[in-house]
């Protein structure tokens, strides 16, 4: 048999959970969502305020939300240990943030699932929030945060950017908020062949922009995101 061997089914990172820190201890299937309780792979027994390692006292259970698979929302659901230094008497938790932000419902990768959903597939928020199964608000708000933390605060997002794609869609189909966005992708890797396109700038936008391409570089004001400059190199634009 030809091509690399195949590994054992382990569902760890089947479902790309190593990325997050965690491992799969278990698994509930339901016939409309997937259960998977997890741990975090590593311990935090070391005490922040004396330094000295602390026992195990008891844990708590946090669930996310995380990028489907299949048409089946997955929902990790971690048991994170907590800790109690009887020394000092300080009490923390297993480090969870390769996993989640703080707080948030959503998955780091059930974020990049997201983000690519709406930028590349095009799929509806109504739709995003149906995959991982939060409410609607909770996909919108975390999926425009992502974008702005990994995609728009990056200034180097534009650097070697030499085709350029610029795309308008409906974000949104109620009154309330920016009902349109305008994306602008780097596509030079799909050119030549050698990666995936890359978002480099979104805006919401309240009413329909008319942008005719030949405006967009006589006066760049016209586009409410940045495009990169034809001063570095850009060859083509793309729509
Ligand atoms: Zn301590």
Known sequence: MSGPAFARPVLTPFCR??????????????????????????????CRRCGCQGPPR???????????????????????????????????????????????????????????????????VARIAEAPAVAWSTANDAVLAEGKRVLINDPARSDGVKVMGIDQHVWRH??????????????????????????TDAALLTVKPKIHLDELFANEDHLPVEPPSQRDGLSSVLR
Do not use: M
Not at 35 to 40: K, R
Not at 65 to 85: C, K, Q, S, V
Not at 182 to 199: C, F, H, K, N, Q
């Open 58 to 124: 008891d844990s708590v259970t946090r669930r996310l939300a995380h990028e489907p698979f299949g048409w089946r929302p997955t929902t990790p659901l971690l048991t994170i240990r907590r800790y109690r230094r009887t020394g000092c008497g300080h009490v923390w938790r297993q480090d969870t943030s390769h996993a989640a932000e703080p707080k948030a419902e959503l998955s780091r990768r059930g974020l990049g699932w997201a983000l690519e959903a709406i930028v590349v597939r095009h799929l509806t």
């Open 17 to 46: 959970l190593d990325e997050l820190g965690l491992v799969v201890t278990g698994r509930r299937l339901g016939p409309d969502r997937a259960a998977l309780a997890c741990e975090v792979d590593k311990p935090t027994d070391w």
């Open 174 to 199: 109620t009154r309330k908020g920016g009902k349109y966005v305008t994306v602008i992708i780097d596509l030079t890797a799909i050119r030549d062949g050698t990666g995936p396109s890359r978002l």
